[in-house]
């Protein structure tokens, strides 16, 4: 009876080795797929013309060249990235403040209509975005906002997923605590500014990185709403370079890598409350 327990222990864990191996060679592969184009991207990047006609692992003689005209030579880039900067910061920052008002009301505060307007919100989930364009861009230009950094803004402040995921966070909190605030003299306001908000960090965290990298790579509405060079943002000024370096795509990669430095060095920095933003959307959504 013990030889038997043995051999079924045995094999249960030849079992797991073997999963756990497939487990990893899926993994590790998976990995290398998403990391060959950003390889092969950087390859480009420092490879010499001369050598563009072979293709090698690894240039025979690497060059920097192509990186320093980049920096030195196209200023433009940086107005780019500065444009970029405050579109995606100050959407941010009002979408974190509009939203978590939005969903304070909602869920604090007693008001005939609110279980409407919340179903009003969750149902424009269903709405695809590309069917407010037409509508969007006639309030923009009649408003005047054409080719400014408030066309791009504004139309997203108040968005329903911010809202969704406040509403979902906000519900949680106990309610015994906003009594014994009452009771101890705080006003609505203050009880949304000293108590919801800083409880709900993690949460607010998490959308606030979620919104800076979305519209950070926004594309289609600044493409339509934005119309001189100058006023660009990063993804539209790359595209228009791959028009201007279509022969030369050591020059393109060099300057494609320039352009997603920003959010390569941001998602360092916060990878860990970017991949708990996304956890949060996965789990609500």
């Known amino acids: 009876m013990a030889g038997t327990t043995s051999t079924t222990d045995e094999t249960r864990f030849g079992w797991d080795r ?23 991207t ?3 990047s420092i490879t010499p013309t001369e050598e563009m006609g072979t293709f090698k692992l690894f240039p025979a003689e690497p060059t920097l060249t192509y990186w320093q005209g980049v920096l030195a030579n196209n200023p433009v880039i940086y107005r780019w990235a500065l444009n970029t900067l405050i579109i995606a910061g100050v959407t941010t920052l009002l979408v974190v403040v509009i939203d978590s008002m939005i969903a304070f009301s909602l869920t604090r505060l007693e008001w005939r209509g609110r279980k409407a307007i919340l179903g009003i919100i969750i149902a424009s989930f269903m709405v695809p975005p590309v069917v407010n364009i037409i509508p969007l861009f006639t309030l923009v230009n009649r408003l005047g ?6 066309a791009v803004i504004l139309p997203f402040v108040a968005g329903p997923l911010g809202v969704f995921l406040l509403v979902q966070f906000f519900r949680d909190i106990p309610e015994e605590l906003e009594e014994a605030a009452r009771m101890d003299g ?11 908000l800083p409880l709900s960090a993690p949460i607010l965290t998490a959308l606030a990185i979620f919104i800076f990298v979305w519209s950070w790579n926004q594309f289609l509405w600044p493409l339509i709403v934005l119309q001189e060079e100058a006023k660009y943002t990063l993804p539209i000024g790359a595209t228009t370079l791959e028009s201007v370096y279509v022969n030369q795509p050591n020059q393109l990669m060099a300057q494609m890598l320039v352009i997603s430095m920003p959010l390569f060095v941001l998602f360092l920095l916060f990878q860990e409350k970017l991949i708990s933003s996304i956890q949060m959307q996965a789990a609500t959504g």
């Open 18 to 40: 073997i999963e756990n191996a497939a487990v990893y060679a899926v993994m590790y592969g998976l990995a290398l797929l998403f990391f060959l184009p950003l390889y092969r």
């Open 42 to 44: 950087f390859q480009l």
């Open 145 to 150: 906002m054409i080719n400014s950094y408030w």
């Open 186 to 196: 705080f006003s609505t306001p203050r009880i949304y500014a000293r108590i919801i």
